[in-house]
C-alpha cells in the first residue's frame, strides 16, 4: 500500500508543482498583462468611488435576517455586522484584504440572491450557528474567537466592509449566485457537473495555485470492516463480498475539472458527491487504492468546488489582484454593483 500511496503522490506532485512553478514564470505575467488591458478601467474606478462615497451609519437601517440554529430564533443584524460576521467565518483572518472584500461581496450577493429568489429564511443558506462559526457570528463572538488578535482583525474586517458595503456580483442585471469553498483540486467545477444545473458564470476555470495550500491533499486509511460498515449504513442494496473487498470498486468517472461524477461500487452506480459525504471526504477528487486488506483514499481539495476557491482568492490577493480580478476571475462574465 505505501509503494501505491508513494507513487501516486510522486505523480501528484509532478502534476501539481510544474504548473504552479509555470505560473509563476509565464502565465503570471501574462494574466497581469491581459487583465491590464482586457478589464474595462470603470471596475476599479467604480469601487474607489464606491468606497469614498460609502457611509455605513446611514446604512444601519438596512437589515439582514439570518434563522440561529442555537436558538431555534429569527437574528437581525444591519448590514455591517453581517458583512463582517459572514466573511469572518468563512475566510482565515490572516488573509489578505483584497481576498476578504472579495469573500464579503461573494457573501452579500449569495445573501441577496437567495432573498430575491424566494428562499426560506429558515433554510441552510440562510442560518448560521455561531457556537461553531458556522456561516455567521456576532461580535461578542468574534472577541471569543479572535482573542488577543481581535482589534487588528475587527479593524481590518470594518475596512473591507467599509470598501464594499453596497456593492453586490449581478449577471444580466440581476443577483449573481455565488458559491464558496475553502480549496479547489487545481481547478473549479461548474455547477452543471456538481449540481445538475448549468449556470452560465459557475463554470470551470483554473485554479493552479491551490496546490500549494496544506488542504490540498489528504490521504484516509480504511480497515476493510470500516469501509464495509459505512457501505451499510448509508447505503441500502449493497451485496459486498467480503472474501473479496479488492472487487469491490470498479470504474470512476471523472469531470473535466477532476471531480469524480460517478464510481461503481458492487454493482451499482453512486455519484461522487454520495461517496464523498457516506467517508465524510474533503472533496469529491478522490483515487481508491487497496493493499493488504486496507483502504486508501487520496483527495485534492476541500469542499465542492464550485464558484469561489478562497484560497486562490488569496494567492491572487498575494500576487498584486484587485477583489474585482479575483471575483472576475471565479464568477467570469459577472460584474459589480451597487445593490
Given at each position: 500500500?505505501k509503494?501505491?500511496?508513494?507513487?501516486?503522490?510522486?505523480?501528484?506532485c509532478?502534476?501539481?508543482?510544474?504548473?504552479?512553478?509555470?505560473?509563476?514564470?509565464?502565465?503570471?505575467?501574462?494574466?497581469?498583462?491581459?487583465?491590464?488591458?482586457?478589464?474595462?478601467?470603470s471596475?476599479?474606478?467604480?469601487?474607489?468611488?464606491?468606497?469614498?462615497?460609502?457611509?455605513?451609519?446611514?446604512?444601519?437601517?438596512?437589515?439582514?435576517?439570518?434563522?440561529?440554529?442555537?436558538?431555534?430564533?429569527?437574528?437581525?443584524?444591519?448590514?455591517?455586522?453581517?458583512?463582517?460576521?459572514?466573511?469572518?467565518?468563512?475566510?482565515?483572518?490572516?488573509?489578505?484584504?483584497?481576498?476578504?472584500?472579495?469573500?464579503?461581496?461573494?457573501?452579500?450577493?449569495?445573501?441577496?440572491?437567495?432573498?430575491?429568489?424566494?428562499?426560506?429564511?429558515?433554510?441552510?443558506?440562510?442560518?448560521?450557528?455561531?457556537?461553531?462559526?458556522?456561516?455567521?457570528?456576532?461580535?461578542?463572538?468574534?472577541q471569543?474567537?479572535?482573542?488577543m488578535?481581535?482589534?487588528?482583525?475587527?479593524?481590518k474586517?470594518?475596512?473591507?466592509?467599509?470598501?464594499?458595503?453596497?456593492?453586490?456580483?449581478?449577471?444580466?442585471?440581476?443577483?449573481?449566485?455565488?458559491?464558496?469553498?475553502?480549496?479547489?483540486?487545481?481547478?473549479?467545477?461548474?455547477?452543471?457537473a456538481?449540481?445538475?444545473?448549468?449556470?452560465?458564470?459557475?463554470?470551470?476555470?483554473?485554479?493552479?495555485?491551490?496546490?500549494l495550500s496544506?488542504?490540498?491533499?489528504?490521504?484516509?486509511?480504511?480497515?476493510?470492516q470500516?469501509?464495509?460498515?459505512?457501505?451499510?449504513?448509508?447505503?441500502?442494496?449493497?451485496?459486498?463480498?467480503?472474501?473479496?473487498?479488492?472487487?469491490?470498486?470498479?470504474?470512476?468517472?471523472?469531470n473535466?475539472?477532476?471531480?469524480?461524477?460517478?464510481?461503481?461500487?458492487?454493482?451499482?452506480?453512486?455519484?461522487?458527491?454520495?461517496?464523498?459525504?457516506?467517508?465524510?471526504?474533503?472533496?469529491?477528487?478522490?483515487?481508491?487504492?487497496?493493499?493488504n486488506?486496507?483502504?486508501?483514499?487520496?483527495?485534492?481539495?476541500?469542499?465542492?468546488?464550485?464558484?469561489?476557491s478562497?484560497?486562490?482568492a488569496?494567492?491572487?490577493?498575494?500576487?498584486?489582484?484587485?477583489?474585482?480580478?479575483?471575483?472576475?476571475?471565479?464568477?467570469?462574465?459577472?460584474?459589480?454593483?451597487?445593490?
Amino acid at each position: 500500500m505505501k509503494k501505491f500511496i508513494g507513487i501516486f503522490i510522486f505523480l501528484f506532485c509532478i502534476n501539481a508543482f510544474v504548473p504552479v512553478v509555470y505560473y509563476h514564470i509565464y502565465y503570471s505575467d501574462a494574466l497581469r498583462q491581459f487583465t491590464e488591458s482586457e478589464m474595462p478601467e470603470s471596475t476599479d474606478d467604480f469601487l474607489q468611488e464606491n468606497s469614498e462615497s460609502n457611509n455605513l451609519t446611514a446604512e444601519t437601517d438596512t437589515k439582514y435576517n439570518l434563522y440561529n440554529l442555537a436558538t431555534q430564533e429569527m437574528c437581525t443584524m444591519d448590514r455591517t455586522a453581517f458583512l463582517i460576521g459572514s466573511a469572518a467565518c468563512e475566510m482565515p483572518a490572516s488573509y489578505s484584504e483584497e481576498a476578504i472584500k472579495a469573500q464579503m461581496i461573494a457573501c452579500h450577493s449569495y445573501y441577496i440572491y437567495c432573498t430575491e429568489n424566494g428562499v426560506p429564511s429558515e433554510d441552510m443558506n440562510l442560518s448560521f450557528d455561531e457556537r461553531y462559526m458556522k456561516k455567521y457570528a456576532s461580535k461578542q463572538r468574534l472577541q471569543e474567537y479572535w482573542g488577543m488578535s481581535f482589534n487588528e482583525y475587527y479593524e481590518k474586517f470594518l475596512r473591507c466592509a467599509d470598501d464594499v458595503s453596497d456593492i453586490i456580483l449581478k449577471y444580466n442585471g440581476k443577483p449573481a449566485l455565488t458559491p464558496y469553498y475553502a480549496v479547489s483540486c487545481g481547478k473549479t467545477q461548474s455547477s452543471e457537473a456538481e449540481w445538475g444545473t448549468y449556470v452560465p458564470y459557475l463554470d470551470c476555470v483554473d485554479s493552479k495555485e491551490d496546490a500549494l495550500s496544506d488542504d490540498y491533499l489528504k490521504v484516509t486509511t480504511y480497515s476493510v470492516q470500516d469501509m464495509y460498515d459505512r457501505f451499510m449504513t448509508y447505503f441500502t442494496g449493497f451485496e459486498l463480498n467480503r472474501e473479496h473487498p479488492e472487487e469491490w470498486f470498479g470504474d470512476t468517472v471523472y469531470n473535466q475539472s477532476g471531480y469524480v461524477t460517478t464510481i461503481d461500487v458492487a454493482d451499482i452506480k453512486i455519484t461522487g458527491r454520495e461517496f464523498r459525504n457516506c467517508f465524510e471526504l474533503p472533496s469529491a477528487c478522490f483515487m481508491i487504492f487497496y493493499e493488504n486488506e486496507e483502504f486508501s483514499i487520496a483527495t485534492k481539495g476541500y469542499g465542492h468546488g464550485v464558484g469561489l476557491s478562497q484560497f486562490g482568492a488569496n494567492t491572487m490577493a498575494e500576487n498584486g489582484k484587485s477583489c474585482s480580478e479575483i471575483l472576475q476571475h471565479y464568477f467570469p462574465g459577472t460584474v459589480m454593483d451597487k445593490i
